[in-house]
Nanobody, 115 residues
C-alpha cells in the first residue's frame, strides 16, 4: 500500500502564494503519472496539473502561468507551487499517483484564498 502525505495548504489572501507538497512512501521510479486534483463541495473533482514519467506536463487552463508542478525523485515528493492565487482556487487539493493500473490518492489539504 502506497501512502501519500500532503502538506502546505492554508489560508492566503488574493494574490498570495502557497506550495503544496506530497511525499510518497514509494520510489518515484515506479510511478507512471502524478498529479494534483482539487475539489469543491458539490462540484466534481478536477485535475489541476499532472506530470508523466516522461516529464510531460499538463495544466488546466485556469492555472497556466500561475501554478507549477514539479517533483524531487530523491525525496519521492511532488510539489505544486501556486502563485497569484484567486478565490476560485479555494478547494481541497489532493495529490494522486498511478502505478501500473492502480491509482493512489492522498488525504487532501485545504487551500482557502480570501478576498
Amino acid at each position: 500500500q502506497v501512502q501519500l502525505v500532503e502538506s502546505g495548504g492554508g489560508l492566503v489572501q488574493v494574490g498570495g502564494s502557497l506550495r503544496l507538497s506530497c511525499e510518497a512512501s514509494t520510489s518515484f521510479l515506479r510511478i507512471n503519472t502524478m498529479g494534483w486534483y482539487r475539489q469543491v463541495p458539490g462540484k466534481q473533482r478536477e485535475l489541476v496539473a499532472g506530470i508523466s514519467s516522461g516529464d510531460k506536463i499538463y495544466y488546466r487552463d485556469s492555472v497556466k502561468g500561475r501554478f507549477t508542478i514539479s517533483r524531487d525523485n530523491t525525496k519521492n515528493t511532488l510539489y505544486l507551487q501556486m502563485n497569484s492565487l484567486r478565490p476560485e482556487d479555494t478547494a481541497v487539493y489532493y495529490c494522486s499517483l498511478q502505478i501500473g493500473v492502480i491509482n493512489y490518492r492522498g488525504q487532501g489539504t485545504q487551500v482557502t484564498v480570501s478576498s
